[in-house]
């Protein structure tokens, strides 16, 4: 009777030792995506908070989360939401948040007309050019508290009048620069590159038109839809430049977006300042073997592009948030963002991992 009993008690034990391992296992994983609406995600951590942001077409929102994972119970706060009529009104894209010199910066991009110019203006390009209008706008917010931070809309900035979409701030010791996405002139209409100028302030281009630099454009077949289109350059893109150290060796690397946003091809292209000079287009050097990160159809995980860099909580481990789609056919409505964990390579690259949908390990330190 009692070692009935005391092998009923062992066996208590060991059942709720096995469901705590059990709920464990359960709430120390999550499964992409991360948020199951939106494109071109922008996250970073300040004062203990995770704060995204990301295309919505019609305003800049942010959100706001404990965890790097848990988005879809995360506070909201509208940042901006522009007037109709105006120049900016339509078609925000690809928001981000820069803290610089103490105050918060938000650069996008937008255009006046839902991305579709008149006969007039189309008329000029080879070929069909909706987005001949998007220009790139600043958005400021002083103080050092983002989330209270109250932003107005500090400048347009200078493209030259032309095509601009996806700009980054890229932070340099020897200044600020404007990396976007670019035409080599007004009505181009593809290809789209990557240009690069210099800048006095976050809302300020300092460079003039014979100074803009381009520093990659996409002459490699994985940069082309459909892959390795010999002719005709419609949509084939670089865009989404997104700055990237490795925080051991301060290699210094832009990872951008490659071929078309809509199809299953979009992948992850790299840059790297090899040089000490960001407006120089030889201190460039081009990944041309191939993406660095781009679709596993093993998994269903297609489109798999416009990045952005952050930590774990306890910044132990590097980690990438970017969008992909489960269904190419649906092209841009079948986006979704996605979260994972990411490495270095010897040679000091980063080494990112196959796109899926999990589960796997929460970031370190998050509960």
Request: proline content about 7%; aromatic content about 14%; charged content about 15%.
């Amino acid at each position: 009777m009692v070692a009935t009993s005391l092998y009923i008690l062992v066996a208590l034990v060991l059942g709720l030792a096995s469901s705590q391992v059990n709920a464990a296992n359960t709430t120390g994983s999550f499964t992409n995506p991360i948020l199951d609406t939106g494109a071109d995600p922008w996250v970073i951590r300040h004062d203990d908070y995770y704060y995204m942001t990301y295309t919505t077409n019609d305003n800049i929102t942010l959100l706001r989360s404990r965890g790097l994972t848990d988005w879809k119970n995360a506070d909201a706060k509208l940042l901006f939401k522009p007037p109709v009529g105006m120049n900016y009104s339509t078609d925000l894209w690809a928001p981000e948040i820069h803290q610089i010199d103490g105050s918060w910066y938000v650069i996008f991009t937008a255009d006046p007309n839902g991305d579709s110019p008149p006969p007039e203006v189309d008329m000029y390009c080879d070929m069909n050019c909706p987005a001949v209008f998007h220009r790139m706008y600043v958005l400021e917010g002083p103080g050092s508290d983002l989330w209270a931070a109250d932003f107005t809309l500090k400048s347009q900035l200078n493209t030259y009048d032309q095509f601009a979409i996806d700009g980054t701030y890229f932070q340099h010791s020897t200044g600020l620069y404007h990396i976007y996405s670019c035409w080599y002139r007004q009505y181009d209409a593809w290809p789209s590159n990557l240009c690069i100028t210099k800048m006095t302030d976050p809302w300020t281009v300092s460079s003039n038109f014979s100074e803009r630099q381009i520093i990659s454009v996409p002459s490699n077949p994985w940069e082309k839809t459909p892959y390795g289109r010999p002719f005709n350059d419609r949509l084939a893109s670089n865009e989404g430049p997104e700055q990237l150290t490795n925080p051991k060796t301060g290699q210094t690397f832009v990872i951008y977006s490659a071929a078309r946003s809509d199809n299953r091809n979009y992948c992850l292209g790299q840059l790297e300042l090899v040089g000490d000079d960001p407006m120089n287009v030889q201190d460039w050097k081009k990944h041309s073997d191939g993406c660095v990160f781009y679709q596993n159809a093993l998994e269903g995980a297609y489109g798999v592009g416009h990045a952005s860099f952050t930590t774990s909580s306890d910044g132990s481990e590097d980690w990438i948030v970017y969008h992909g789609m489960r269904d190419p056919t649906n092209g841009w409505s079948a986006r979704t963002i996605r979260a994972q964990k990411f490495t270095w390579n010897t040679d000091g690259s980063p080494r990112f991992p196959r796109p899926g949908y999990g589960p796997y390990a929460l970031p370190s330190g998050q509960n």
